[in-house]
Structures are given as structure tokens and as C-alpha cells.
């Protein structure tokens, strides 16, 4: 096992979030969590890569406990996608890029860097836009230069924060097979809180879905994504249909 | 297309963004040496200007033999003590207030951060009138003054690093922070004067616009080793910094102690600030204004903003005494006046003829 989440309990303030989870996931392995509004999807993406700390479990990594690890240690080996940019000052998409090479080296970038940046930027097709400043692209343009920095950092694990919640059908498509062939290609372990329920079945190994800070199920798309779960999950009827052999959900109206 | 021409275009696009990049750095270190030439020629120019006539030839000469040997003639002692002393405490005062804007702006992503934002100048400024008006303060003697506006500026980071045990040390919490004790210092200020002679608070109250007018060799030596000692550890902090531009999240997910790193460069930027507004009083605008228009011209990354921001600063300082000086010669205004009314206009101009949200 690459990550293995144990008995994960965080609140905010004495207001319990997650509770009892209980993750493991596999090497070159893509996990998508699925939930409702307030399930604690992003809570646990940032418990996982320690921007937040839980008050109880342990989380490994390669089987060490991520708790005692050291900080560029662990940024080393997780990477974090955001959902959106907050940047508030000027940044073009290489320097944005340049920083994931953060953690392998102090002051100073090197020739070498530079190189895994280009490497990078072509690989995701954005090297036109590697002067733009990133606050002048489109939602799908950023989130493709938040993939391409997480690359940079050649991390093991990679976590996603709904990498879809602000694109179109076309850039929705792009960014989660741009994902997908890295997954395959690199061995990368990837675990993303999405809420299209439809992009889960199709791009995830396997899903987990959260109810209230708790697992409500977990194992693959067809076994999870059910009419009774998404009625019990989310409160709303739903119709699930085959395509080619995986769900695909129509909701139709929600639970009176 | 065959997979090897395709192979080749790759390769050429990379060597044109490579070139590009390169270009973007050779701009920005253009710029610095713009801003170091600016300063040399300001300087000049300062250091003729005045009650005697001095001409830019003989200032240079007298300037490298006050190397070797002691000011004797009438030009000589002019230059040396009255003159030089004032140039570069405006050089060093620009370079400290425009960093330390720089880095406040940085970790607070605020554009409208400044080194006062932290209520520090308003903690200097009623140290000072303490000492001016009551003659009381924590230090006595010949440094009363001086004293006590460094160390009531240094008041509300302490406050702020002492809410940051109970509270995350996020920018919201920050600034209203320092925004509370701005409010307490200038009650607290304002109950003073109230109670006081017209004499004492029209000199409190001059001393916080801020003038080089006690520019002496004696205060330049302890300004350059706080400008020293502050800027190296900002500079090595830069690219941490670059990444927190990114978002707290981001930049804890590349490996960077967020809240130590933003605390830290708190509290250097403080002192910065508060060692030289302590000789000056609180000169504004310049710690607002410089990086925001070294941003413009060279982009967010703090590694070039640093230096930059600095020079620049220290030209705009140097730029505005200078008019001070001679606008209404032979009155001397302070230089705080000048560069808020200078500041004020430029600030609007950059406002109206802003690209996007921020530049």
C-alpha cells in the first residue's frame, strides 16, 4: 500500500468534521471521493497532506507516519492541486511552475530546473503560455498549470481538490485524462474529491463516498454509485444506467 | 508531421521560451542598474543644491579627497557634514522603508500593506511624543527620542506575534490587529497633545511626517546595520515568500511553514522599519508606492522585487528630499509631506492605467 489513512478523527473548533476514516490506496492508483457539500471531502485532502492536523489517526506513507515526517520531506512526495488560483500578485506560468521544484533546492534554480519546468510545460501542451501571468488565464488554463507545478515537485502521491469545478465539458475532459495518463505513466497514486458523480465512474479505480465527515461506502463505480446510496447520500432519486460497463447517473428529482 | 520533425519543433519552442525567460531576467536586472544609476545622478544633483553654490564636478572631487583627508575649506564641510550625511540617510531610509513594504505586501497579500500597516508607525509616533512632550520614556539622555519611537513602534509586533499563539497567523488577523493598535496609539497620542504647550505638539507632530533634516554620520552607522542585518534574512526568505503569493495552502503543500515564515518576516520587517523611522519619523508612501511600481515594470517575483524595490525606493526618497529642500527654498519641508503629495497622485495614476486587479 502507498497511503494508508487509519481512524481519522478532525474538527474545526469542537464541531467534528471526519470521523473514523479508514482509507488505504494503492500504488498507481486513482481514488475518487464523492459526497455531498460539507461530506469533508477537501478536509480530508487537507489532512492527507498535512495543511491541516488531525486530532486523532495516523496517516502513512510508504508506511511511515506522515506526523513524523519533515515538512520539505513530505512535500517531496505528496503533491496538492488547488481548485482555484489565489494569487494576488504578478506571476507568469513559469515562475508559478518553477515553484514545485521548491522542495529539492534552496536559494537558486538551476539549468536543471529550468528543464524539468520546460519538460513539464510541454508535456501538458501550455509552453505558449509559460510568460502569461497566471492570473490572466482561463479556469482550465490554471488548473493545467497547477497540474504541470505538482509535476515539477515529481511527487509519489497526488491530491486533487475538485480539479473540475470550474471548467467546461471540453477542459473537464482534458484535465482528467491529462491525469489519468499520469497516474498509468509514472505509478503516480492519486486521490480526488470530485463532485461529478459521472466523471468519477469514469476516470476513478475506485470510489469512496462520504456522508457527514463519515465513509459511507467504498469499492468500485458500480458498486457504490447505486440508486439507494445516492438516495441515502445525497436525497435525491436518481436513475443509473449502464455505459459501457460503467454507471452513469441521471438524477431526476430530489427526495420530498 | 513524423514523430522526429515533431521532436525538433519541441525542442526549438523550448530554446524560444528559454531565450524569453532569459530575456525576462536580463529586464529585471536591467532595472536594477537603472535604479542604481538614478541614484547616483539624484545624488548628485542633491548635493549641489542649497544655500551655497556648489557645482556637480567639485562635489565629486571634494567627496574622494573627504576620503583622505579631513573637510577644511567652507565647501568641504558643507559637503561632507551637512550634505552627505543627509543624502545617504535618505538612500538608506528609502531602501530600508521600500523593502520592508515589499515584504509586508508579500506576506500579507495586501496591496495596500505598507510598513506601517502593523500599527508601527503609530506606536513610533507616540513614543516620540512621549519623549517630546513629557520628556518621559525608557530611555533617558540624548537618546529619549530616539528610544522610545523604536521601541513603542516595535509594540504592536509584539502584540500581533503574542495573538498569533492564541489565533492562526493568517493576514485577516494581522491586520485588523494592527489596525486595533493603530487606533489605541493615535487615542493615546491625541490625549497627550491634547494636554500639552501648541510648541510641543507642533514639533510631536512634525516628527511623525517624517524628515532627514537630523541626518548626521552618527545616526548613518546604526541605520546601515540595522538595514543590513534585516535585508539578508528577507532575501533568503524571498522565494518562500514567492510561494506563499501562491496561497497558504500551495505553499504548505510545497513544503513551506507558512505561519513561521509569514511571523518571521513580520517581525525583521519591523525592525527594519522601526530602526530607521526611529531617526526620521514616519516618512510615508515611499514603502506603498516603490514596490508596487517595481511590480509593474519587473513582475511579483520577491527575489528581483527585493533589490529593486529598495533602489527604487531609495531614488524616489532621495528625489523627493531634494525638491523638499528647494521648493520653496530657503524653507526646508519635511520630506513626508512631499512624498505623500507626490505619492498620493502617482498612486492614482497607477490605480486609473492598472491592467487587471492588480498589477
Same mark, same amino acid.
Request: proline share 4%.
Given at each position: 500500500?502507498?497511503?494508508?489513512?487509519?481512524?481519522?478523527?478532525?474538527?474545526?473548533a469542537?464541531?467534528?468534521?471526519?470521523k473514523?476514516?479508514?482509507?488505504?490506496?494503492?500504488?498507481?492508483?486513482?481514488?475518487?471521493?464523492?459526497?455531498?457539500?460539507?461530506?469533508?471531502?477537501?478536509?480530508?485532502?487537507?489532512?492527507?497532506?498535512?495543511?491541516?492536523?488531525?486530532?486523532?489517526?495516523?496517516?502513512?506513507?510508504?508506511?511511515?507516519?506522515?506526523?513524523?515526517?519533515?515538512?520539505?520531506?513530505?512535500?517531496?512526495?505528496?503533491?496538492?492541486?488547488?481548485?482555484?488560483?489565489?494569487?494576488?500578485?504578478p506571476a507568469?506560468?513559469?515562475?508559478?511552475?518553477?515553484?514545485?521544484?521548491?522542495?529539492?533546492?534552496?536559494?537558486?534554480?538551476s539549468?536543471?530546473?529550468?528543464?524539468?519546468?520546460?519538460?513539464?510545460?510541454?508535456?501538458?501542451n501550455?509552453?505558449?503560455?509559460?510568460?502569461?501571468?497566471?492570473?490572466?488565464?482561463?479556469?482550465?488554463?490554471q488548473q493545467?498549470?497547477?497540474?504541470?507545478?505538482?509535476?515539477?515537485?515529481?511527487?509519489?502521491?497526488?491530491?486533487?481538490?475538485?480539479?473540475?469545478?470550474?471548467?467546461?465539458?471540453?477542459?473537464?475532459?482534458?484535465?482528467?485524462?491529462?491525469?489519468?495518463?499520469?497516474?498509468?505513466?509514472?505509478?503516480?497514486?492519486?486521490?480526488?474529491?470530485?463532485?461529478?458523480?459521472?466523471?468519477?465512474?469514469?476516470?476513478?479505480?475506485?470510489?469512496?463516498?462520504?456522508?457527514?465527515?463519515?465513509?459511507?461506502?467504498?469499492?468500485?463505480?458500480?458498486?457504490?454509485?447505486?440508486?439507494?446510496?445516492?438516495?441515502?447520500?445525497?436525497?435525491?432519486?436518481?436513475?443509473?444506467?449502464?455505459?459501457?460497463?460503467?454507471?452513469y447517473?441521471?438524477?431526476?428529482?430530489?427526495?420530498? | 508531421?513524423?514523430?522526429?520533425?515533431?521532436?525538433?519543433?519541441?525542442?526549438?519552442?523550448?530554446?524560444?521560451?528559454?531565450?524569453?525567460y532569459?530575456?525576462?531576467?536580463?529586464?529585471?536586472?536591467?532595472?536594477?542598474?537603472?535604479?542604481?544609476?538614478?541614484?547616483?545622478?539624484?545624488?548628485?544633483?542633491?548635493?549641489?543644491?542649497?544655500?551655497?553654490?556648489?557645482?556637480?564636478?567639485?562635489?565629486?572631487?571634494?567627496?574622494?579627497?573627504?576620503?583622505?583627508?579631513?573637510?577644511?575649506?567652507?565647501?568641504?564641510?558643507?559637503?561632507? =557634514?551637512?550634505?552627505?550625511?543627509?543624502?545617504?540617510? $535618505? @538612500?538608506? #531610509? &528609502?531602501? %530600508?522603508?521600500?523593502? !520592508?513594504? *515589499?515584504?509586508?505586501?508579500?506576506?500579507?497579500? =495586501?496591496?495596500?500593506?505598507?510598513?506601517?500597516?502593523? $500599527? @508601527?508607525? #503609530? &506606536?513610533? %509616533?507616540?513614543?516620540? !511624543?512621549? *519623549?517630546?512632550?513629557?520628556?518621559?520614556?525608557?530611555?533617558?539622555?540624548?537618546?529619549?527620542?530616539?528610544?522610545?519611537?523604536?521601541?513603542?513602534?516595535?509594540?504592536?509586533?509584539?502584540?500581533?506575534?503574542?495573538?498569533?499563539?492564541?489565533?492562526?497567523?493568517?493576514?485577516?488577523?494581522?491586520?485588523?490587529?494592527?489596525?486595533?493598535?493603530?487606533?489605541?496609539?493615535?487615542?493615546?497620542?491625541?490625549?497627550?497633545?491634547?494636554?500639552?504647550?501648541?510648541?510641543?505638539?507642533?514639533?510631536?507632530?512634525?516628527?511623525?511626517?517624517?524628515s532627514?533634516?537630523?541626518?548626521s554620520?552618527?545616526?548613518?552607522?546604526?541605520?546601515?546595520?540595522?538595514?543590513?542585518?534585516?535585508?539578508?534574512?528577507?532575501?533568503?526568505?524571498?522565494?518562500?515568500?514567492?510561494?506563499?503569493?501562491?496561497?497558504?495552502?500551495?505553499?504548505?503543500?510545497?513544503?513551506?511553514?507558512?505561519?513561521?515564515?509569514?511571523?518571521?518576516?513580520?517581525?525583521?520587517?519591523?525592525?527594519?522599519?522601526?530602526?530607521?523611522?526611529?531617526?526620521?519619523?514616519?516618512?510615508?508612501?515611499?514603502?506603498?508606492?516603490?514596490?508596487?511600481?517595481?511590480r509593474?515594470?519587473?513582475?511579483?517575483?520577491?527575489?528581483?522585487?527585493?533589490?529593486?524595490?529598495?533602489?527604487?525606493?531609495?531614488?524616489?526618497?532621495?528625489?523627493?528630499?531634494?525638491?523638499?529642500?528647494?521648493?520653496?527654498?530657503?524653507?526646508?519641508?519635511?520630506?513626508?509631506?512631499?512624498?505623500?503629495?507626490?505619492?498620493?497622485?502617482?498612486?492614482?495614476?497607477?490605480?486609473?492605467?492598472?491592467?487587471?486587479?492588480?498589477?
Open positions: 500500500m502507498k497511503l494508508k489513512v487509519k481512524d481519522l478523527e478532525f474538527s474545526y469542537h464541531v467534528p468534521v471526519l473514523d476514516i479508514r482509507i488505504e490506496l494503492a500504488e498507481s492508483e486513482m481514488l475518487g471521493v464523492v459526497g455531498p457539500n460539507g461530506a469533508g471531502k477537501s478536509t480530508l485532502i487537507r489532512c492527507i497532506d498535512r495543511i491541516l492536523k488531525p486530532q486523532h489517526g495516523t496517516i502513512l506513507l510508504d508506511e511511515r507516519d506522515i506526523k513524523d515526517m519533515h515538512l520539505m520531506d513530505l512535500a517531496r512526495k505528496i503533491g496538492y492541486i488547488p481548485q482555484s488560483s489565489s494569487q494576488i500578485f507568469t506560468v513559469f515562475d508559478t511552475v518553477l515553484m514545485g521544484r521548491r522542495p529539492h533546492l534552496g536559494w537558486r534554480s539549468e536543471k530546473d529550468t528543464e524539468k519546468v520546460l519538460e513539464t510545460l510541454q508535456m501538458l501550455i509552453e505558449d503560455l509559460a510568460m502569461q501571468d497566471i492570473n490572466e488565464l482561463s479556469g482550465g488554463q493545467k498549470v497547477f497540474i504541470a507545478r505538482a509535476l515539477t515537485q515529481e511527487p509519489d502521491v497526488l491530491l486533487l481538490d475538485e480539479p473540475t469545478s470550474n471548467l467546461d465539458i471540453r477542459h473537464q475532459l482534458e484535465v482528467m485524462d491529462i491525469i489519468k495518463n499520469i497516474v498509468r505513466e509514472r505509478g503516480i497514486s492519486a486521490i480526488m474529491a470530485i463532485h461529478d458523480l459521472n466523471l468519477a465512474s469514469r476516470y476513478a479505480d475506485r470510489i469512496v463516498m462520504m456522508n457527514g465527515g463519515e465513509i459511507f461506502d467504498a469499492g468500485d463505480a458500480a458498486s457504490v454509485l447505486t440508486p439507494e446510496n445516492i438516495k441515502r447520500v445525497y436525497g435525491v432519486e436518481a436513475e443509473v444506467n449502464n455505459n459501457h460497463g460503467r454507471p447517473i441521471v438524477p431526476i428529482r430530489p427526495v420530498r | 508531421m513524423t514523430l522526429s520533425t515533431e521532436m525538433i519543433t519541441g525542442a526549438k519552442k523550448r530554446a524560444e521560451i528559454k531565450e524569453q532569459k530575456r525576462f531576467i536580463g529586464r529585471k536586472i536591467l532595472f536594477i542598474l537603472f535604479s542604481i544609476i538614478l541614484i547616483f545622478i539624484i545624488a548628485g544633483v542633491a548635493a549641489t543644491l542649497g544655500s551655497y553654490p556648489i557645482t556637480v564636478m567639485e562635489v565629486y572631487s571634494i567627496i574622494f579627497h573627504g576620503l583622505f583627508q579631513n573637510p577644511e575649506t567652507t565647501k568641504e564641510i558643507v559637503i561632507w =557634514n551637512l550634505r552627505l550625511p543627509r543624502i545617504l540617510m $535618505g @538612500i538608506l #531610509a &528609502g531602501v %530600508g522603508l521600500a523593502i !520592508a513594504g *515589499a515584504m509586508l505586501q508579500g506576506i500579507l497579500k =495586501n496591496p495596500m500593506a505598507s510598513p506601517f500597516t502593523l $500599527g @508601527i508607525a #503609530a &506606536g513610533a %509616533g507616540f513614543g516620540a !511624543a512621549l *519623549a517630546i512632550i513629557l520628556g518621559a520614556g525608557l530611555i533617558a539622555g540624548k537618546y529619549l527620542l530616539i528610544g522610545n519611537a523604536f521601541l513603542f513602534s516595535l509594540i504592536p509586533t509584539f502584540v500581533i506575534l503574542g495573538l498569533a499563539r492564541y489565533r492562526r497567523a493568517t493576514p485577516e488577523t494581522m491586520i485588523l490587529a494592527g489596525i486595533a493598535l493603530l487606533y489605541i496609539f493615535h487615542a493615546s497620542t491625541t490625549l497627550l497633545m491634547y494636554f500639552s504647550e501648541p510648541e510641543a505638539v507642533k514639533e510631536a507632530y512634525f516628527w511623525m511626517v517624517g532627514l533634516g537630523k541626518a554620520w552618527e545616526n548613518i552607522l546604526p541605520v546601515s546595520i540595522v538595514l543590513m542585518g534585516c535585508t539578508i534574512p528577507l532575501m533568503w526568505k524571498s522565494w518562500d515568500v514567492n510561494v506563499m503569493g501562491a496561497g497558504d495552502e500551495t505553499a504548505k503543500s510545497l513544503g513551506v511553514n507558512v505561519e513561521r515564515t509569514r511571523i518571521f518576516i513580520m517581525v525583521i520587517a519591523s525592525l527594519l522599519t522601526a530602526g530607521i523611522i526611529c531617526f526620521t519619523g514616519a516618512i510615508g508612501f515611499i514603502g506603498l508606492v516603490a514596490p508596487h511600481m517595481c509593474m515594470v519587473i513582475g511579483g517575483d520577491n527575489r528581483f522585487l527585493i533589490p529593486a524595490s529598495g533602489l527604487f525606493g531609495a531614488a524616489l526618497l532621495l528625489g523627493a528630499d531634494t525638491v523638499a529642500r528647494t521648493i520653496i527654498a530657503p524653507v526646508i519641508l519635511p520630506v513626508g509631506v512631499l512624498t505623500a503629495f507626490m505619492g498620493g497622485p502617482l498612486f492614482l495614476y497607477l490605480i486609473m492605467r492598472k491592467r487587471r486587479e492588480y498589477w
